[in-house]
């Protein structure tokens, strides 16, 4: 059983940092793609930075140059530094990953963390 587990989110001011972590356990032969989703209030999770396995990564405009994803692959663990917040940042944040196992049900799959809620206030 592969379960996720995020942690790090909480309250800041606008202007604030915050740093998210993620952590894979379980039966993970290899943990490929990894990435962030926050999910604004009455809103669909959109990716925002994503981390391949060779340590490429890619991000959403509204972040770049703010947000900085990495990962400790000794650790299971992906890591997401949110710098300058804003208001908008506000959302549950969401990590996913695609991950390989080698135990029943052996395949490659998605899999999602409960999530951790990030507040920036005015």
């Known amino acids: 059983q592969v379960q996720l587990m995020e942690s790090g989110g909480g309250l800041v001011q606008a202007g604030g940092s915050l740093k998210l972590s993620c952590t894979a356990s379980g039966s993970t032969a290899s943990i490929n793609a990894m990435g962030w989703y926050p999910q604004p209030p009455g809103e669909e999770r959109e990716l925002v930075a994503a981390i391949n396995s060779g340590g490429s990564t890619d991000y959403a405009d509204s972040v770049k140059g703010r947000f900085t994803i990495s990962r400790d692959n000794a650790k299971n663990t992906v890591y997401l530094q949110m710098n300058s917040l804003k208001p908008e940042d506000t959302a549950v944040y969401y990590c996913?990953?695609?991950?390989?196992?080698?135990?029943?049900?052996?395949?490659?799959?998605?899999?999602w963390g409960q999530g951790t809620q990030v507040t920036v206030s005015s």
């Open positions: 996913n990953a695609l991950i390989s196992t080698l135990v029943p049900p052996v395949g490659t799959r998605n899999y």
